[in-house]
């Protein structure tokens, strides 16, 4: 059986909420995949009679599409959608019978209006996290708009064109053959790298706010939410909703929720402050912070500006680079940042880790259990992760550990193929032959778009008091961008709730 007991009955009741015919033209072969397909097929038509299932020639074997009776959607899936995408299966289902997608309708008439062919393919893993993201979105995209199509192709099931294609991360996304982005990405987000955003003019005339809240992490959410809490005017805006969580895999420290994913955890933030009345402004990013007489006016890259009464900062923290030849040219053909995203793409290859703290330390257990062999080049003479983490990697058969190693180039041709590093001990140069290289020297915070408008250290994290307070009246800061030793998801919705209530003490008292 390709469904188990427990999938079978979550299953039963979505396709329950069918509400029309759907077709399912399906090419298949002999070889195994193409089986565990075909069952997958005949399941589905055993338990839904609004499923029908025909064969049909495609462009790929084993593939089926998703099609209304008498009209193509476009939406087609290359390989067996189990794991993760099982949940766009379904999803493509309940869309392509008729529900409405759980998508904003400001989006939903922006897809349905965008114009010009549109063809995606886009590659995909089972095991990625962020991969169902972007096939929905896509997948939502082909079912509005019938000048749009979408196919997902499984990279383990179609191999050869994975490496044709030098996908070395997922997902990929192509567009008419040409290559149009990597990584997570919402219906928002693909729509405004196809041009249509919301006009900088829908930003002009908005009312001043009395907290407004810049960046939209988990400190975001949680300082608008008790914000809006109090029944004060709240906004956020802010680049990418979910922030660094967007980018983590498995959560396990969320005190109450015992696991959870990263993607999941974000949707659940967005869904949650999308419950009170929050304005909020996502795809924008702040560029200058000034403090004027009645209101903190924040410019946006849009050339609108905000006002607002009282301001919190929560514009968190990204990947730190390493800098040297070859990381950017190499980014996503071998150079990656995000072990549990695009640790199965190096299956039985060999890896190197650079950086020996906790991160690093912790990827490169991780990727031990994927790949061939993991080197850890540490700058340092020793590494700085915590002593049970680097007893569990020196426990492991294929990792190997080098300090004082200072890497200066990433080298490859199509890809990633080697790494060059001085070692400082001896002041000799180095290289070692391998397939990609993942980057774990910590993080920056985002903080440089505000140059002196508030007080920032060393580092370039906001110096807040105990309240969240910065130098500058009604502004607060919280989370990764601030100077908090601890960066953590539970740490940073603790300082966003403590910035917000702070900032309703200000407001009431000015
Ligand atoms: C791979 C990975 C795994 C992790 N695992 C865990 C874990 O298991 N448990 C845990 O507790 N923590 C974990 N963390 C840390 C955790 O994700 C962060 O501590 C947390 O997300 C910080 O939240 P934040 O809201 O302060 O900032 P962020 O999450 O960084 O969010 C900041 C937001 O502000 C936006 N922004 C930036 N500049 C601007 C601008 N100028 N204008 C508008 N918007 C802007 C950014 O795009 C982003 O959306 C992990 C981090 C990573 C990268």
């Given at each position: 059986?390709?469904?188990?007991?427990?999938?079978?009955?979550?299953?039963?009741?979505?396709?329950?909420?069918?509400?029309?015919?759907?077709?399912?033209?399906?090419?298949?072969?002999?070889?195994?995949?193409?089986?565990?397909?075909?069952?997958?097929?005949?399941?589905?038509?055993?338990?839904?009679?609004?499923?029908?299932?025909?064969?049909?020639?495609?462009?790929?074997?084993?593939?089926?599409?998703?099609?209304?009776?008498?009209?193509?959607?476009?939406?087609?899936?290359?390989?067996?959608?189990?794991?993760?995408?099982?949940?766009?299966?379904?999803?493509?289902?309940?869309?392509?019978?008729?529900?409405?997608?759980?998508?904003?309708?400001?989006?939903?008439?922006?897809?349905?209006?965008?114009?010009?062919?549109?063809?995606?393919?886009?590659?995909?893993?089972?095991?990625?996290?962020?991969?169902?993201?972007?096939?929905?979105?896509?997948?939502?995209?082909?079912?509005?708009?019938?000048?749009?199509?979408?196919?997902?192709?499984?990279?383990?099931?179609?191999?050869?064109?994975?490496?044709?294609?030098?996908?070395?991360?997922?997902?990929?996304?192509?567009?008419?053959?040409?290559?149009?982005?990597?990584?997570?990405?919402?219906?928002?987000?693909?729509?405004?790298?196809?041009?249509?955003?919301?006009?900088?003019?829908?930003?002009?005339?908005?009312?001043?706010?009395?907290?407004?809240?810049?960046?939209?992490?988990?400190?975001?959410?949680?300082?608008?939410?008790?914000a809006a809490r109090k029944g004060i005017r709240t906004g956020i805006v802010s680049e990418r909703i979910g922030g660094q969580v967007n980018d983590t895999a498995g959560i396990e420290n969320f005190i109450s929720v015992k696991r959870t994913e990263g993607p999941k955890f974000a949707a659940d933030l967005e869904e949650h402050v999308k419950d009170y009345d929050i304005d909020v402004m996502n795809l924008q990013r702040a560029k200058q912070l000034e403090r004027k007489q009645d209101f903190v006016d924040i410019e946006l890259e849009n050339g609108a500006t905000l006002q607002s009464k009282s301001v919190i900062l929560a514009t968190g923290a990204r990947w730190r680079q390493l800098g040297v030849p070859g990381e950017e040219e190499f980014r996503n053909k071998g150079v990656a940042y995000c072990p549990h995203c695009d640790g199965p793409m190096f299956e039985g290859k060999h890896v190197a880790v650079i950086g020996g703290g906790n991160s690093g330390i912790e990827a490169a257990i991780d990727l031990a259990g994927i790949v061939k062999h993991v080197t850890v080049l540490e700058f340092s003479p020793e590494l700085k992760a915590d002593s049970v983490l680097q007893e569990r990697l020196n426990s492991l058969p294929n990792t190997t550990v080098v300090t004082n190693a200072k890497t200066t180039e990433i080298t490859g041709d199509d890809n990633v193929n080697g790494i060059t590093y001085i070692d400082r001990e001896s002041e000799t140069e180095q290289h070692i032959e391998l397939d990609g290289v993942f980057v774990q020297i910590g993080l920056l915070p985002n903080t440089d778009w505000l140059g002196n408008a508030v007080e920032r250290n060393k580092f370039g994290e906001i110096v807040i008091d105990r309240n969240g307070a910065t130098n500058v009246p009604g502004v607060f800061a919280a989370g990764d961008c601030t100077d908090d030793r601890n960066k953590q998801i539970i740490i940073s919705m603790g300082s966003g709730a403590n910035a917000a209530l702070n900032a309703f003490d200000y407001l009431i008292r000015n």
């Open positions: 059986m390709i469904l188990d007991a427990d999938l079978k009955a979550q299953l039963a009741q979505y396709l329950e909420l069918m509400e029309g015919d759907v077709l399912l033209k399906v090419s298949a072969g002999s070889d195994e995949a193409s089986r565990d397909m075909m069952e997958l097929m005949d399941e589905l038509a055993s338990m839904s009679s609004h499923i029908k299932v025909e064969t049909a020639e495609l462009e790929r074997t084993p593939s089926f599409s998703v099609n209304r009776i008498g009209e193509d959607t476009g939406i087609t899936f290359a390989g067996v959608p189990l794991g993760h995408e099982f949940t766009s299966l379904v999803l493509a289902l309940l869309h392509v019978s008729g529900r409405t997608p759980k998508e904003d309708q400001k989006l939903m008439d922006q897809a349905k209006n965008l114009e010009g062919e549109h063809h995606f393919v886009s590659y995909v893993s089972l095991s990625c996290q962020n991969c169902p993201v972007v096939v929905q979105a896509l997948n939502v995209l082909s079912v509005l708009n019938p000048n749009v199509t979408h196919t997902m192709i499984d990279g383990a099931t179609f191999k050869e064109e994975a490496e044709a294609n030098n996908i070395m991360a997922v997902p990929t996304v192509f567009l008419n053959g040409e290559s149009f982005g990597s990584g997570r990405m919402t219906l928002e987000e693909i729509l405004a790298k196809l041009g249509s955003t919301p006009d900088a003019s829908e930003f002009e005339n908005k009312d001043p706010y009395d907290v407004l809240v810049v960046g939209g992490g988990p400190a975001s959410a949680s300082a608008a939410i008790y």
